[in-house]
């Protein structure tokens, strides 16, 4: 597995926080000549970000990935296994190899699990029958097939789980991509949409929900609020809903489809729940400003499987991960800590074909765009920015760990020049 049995900085997880955090010490280490390790079994990498498109026939899906070995940067040992046991008092992780490995500080970030299991029938049925998902990259290019077989008088449902999940905005996001598509087919009016979330909203920021709502009734999507699936009969295409607010809680509701792309229940991984790090939900419990850990002081973390009240989104890592890097170096040195996260997350929702919702906020709801445009506005330039800029500097420089890129917002000067 590797030579060594322990390393300066261990890092959980080879997503995009882990290569992200990873690359960032490379750059500030200094003079220190850090030994870093990165634990992940997965083979390879995808920038999830694009899932979407490539469900709704925009993108390909081989352009989402790369070899985790292309990613992990010069002078960090990937270790290719998975974490199974965390023991923080003793400073060791244990391996699914049964290998213990020792450090001197931790970064976690092993992202979430997705939890079909949650739904009766999804695992046996997804992938088939009419059911698909972005969530899952093995899925991805059944959605966009899915889409096309639809005809005049199909219906399609579209889901959203319980919070919290990554990337919130993404289920919505395939409801307009598919009534957009059906539109430009010409039978946009002869297909009965449905999109059916757990949430009370269409979104969590009051400024956006506003404008999604008037978004799903262009295109004629019905909308179901505080409904959440909770088996799927793959055989005869029929869904089942647990109505969870309103008069009729507790009631349930079936409904047919001949198209549903479903999201699946998200957790952190089981090792993270069982472990000292988590808190009572299971979450690396994490200080929301500092990123670290609230009891342990040689313990960050960051992403999706973080306790941080914030969008699970990509953007989310892209400023959390200068904080960490920042933070763990000062308490190697002994310094205080003054770097803080302020909630940023950024959720591209694509509303049509070449159109975007740049929604951009941070802790508590409040609206940070970047641009000074009114952000309540679809823009054929964000389309640009989701389905090409953004995939660029993802793979160029933010798991690159270039400073410059994560602390700024979006923006698309080559700092080198």
């Known amino acids: 597995m590797t030579d060594r049995t322990s390393f300066n900085v261990l890092i959980v997880g080879g997503g995009t926080a882990g290569i992200t955090v990873a690359s960032s010490l490379v750059r500030r280490q200094g003079g220190r000549k850090l030994s870093i390790a990165v634990i992940e079994p997965k083979d390879d990498h995808y920038y999830q970000p694009a899932f979407t498109l490539v469900g709704a026939g925009a993108y390909s899906l081989d352009k989402t990935r790369r070899g985790e070995a292309q990613v992990v940067p010069r002078g960090v040992e990937w270790i290719k296994s998975k974490a199974a046991a965390f023991d923080p008092d003793n400073n060791a992780v244990t391996l699914d190899s049964g290998e213990t490995l020792g450090y001197d500080y931790l970064v976690v970030c092993p992202g979430l699990s997705l939890d079909w299991d949650k739904i009766e029938g999804a695992t046996e049925t997804l992938g088939s029958n009419g059911v698909c998902s972005n969530y899952d990259h093995r899925h991805t290019e059944y959605s966009w097939q899915c889409l096309q077989q639809l005809e005049p008088g199909s219906k399609a449902l579209f889901t959203q789980a319980p919070l919290p999940f990554k990337c919130p905005g993404a289920p919505q996001k395939m409801a307009y991509l598919s009534a957009d598509y059906l539109r430009k087919k010409g039978i946009g009016s002869d297909c009965d949409l449905h999109f059916l979330t757990h949430a009370p909203g269409m979104f969590a920021v009051p400024l956006f929900a506003k404008e999604l709502v008037k978004v799903a009734a262009r295109h004629n999507i019905n909308v179901h609020f505080e409904h959440n699936l909770v088996a799927i009969d793959g055989d005869n295409r029929r869904a089942t809903f647990e109505v969870v607010g309103g008069e009729n809680a507790g009631s349930r509701l079936e409904m047919d489809f001949d198209m549903l792309h479903a999201t ?154």
Request: glycine share 8%; hydrophobic share 35%.
């Open 264 to 417: 699946p229940p998200q957790s952190p991984p089981a090792e993270i729940q069982n472990s000292p790090l988590a808190n009572e939900a299971g979450f690396v419990d994490l200080d929301q400003g500092t990123m670290r850990h609230t009891q342990y002081g040689n313990v960050f973390g960051l992403g999706d499987a973080g306790s941080t009240p914030n969008s699970k989104t990509a953007a989310a890592v892209r400023k959390q991960s200068p904080v960490v890097v920042r933070n763990l170096l000062k308490v190697m040195d002994g310094a205080s800590l003054n770097d803080t996260y302020d909630g940023y997350a950024s959720c591209p929702l694509t509303t049509a074909y070449g159109k975007v919702l740049m929604a951009e906020f941070c802790y508590g709801g409040k609206v940070t765009p970047t641009f000074p445009l009114d952000p309540r506005k679809e823009r054929w330039s964000y389309w640009w920015i989701k389905a090409t800029g953004l995939p660029f500097f993802y793979w160029h420089y933010m798991l690159k760990g270039r400073e410059w890129f994560l602390k700024h917002n979006v923006d698309f000067v080559d700092p080198t020049q």
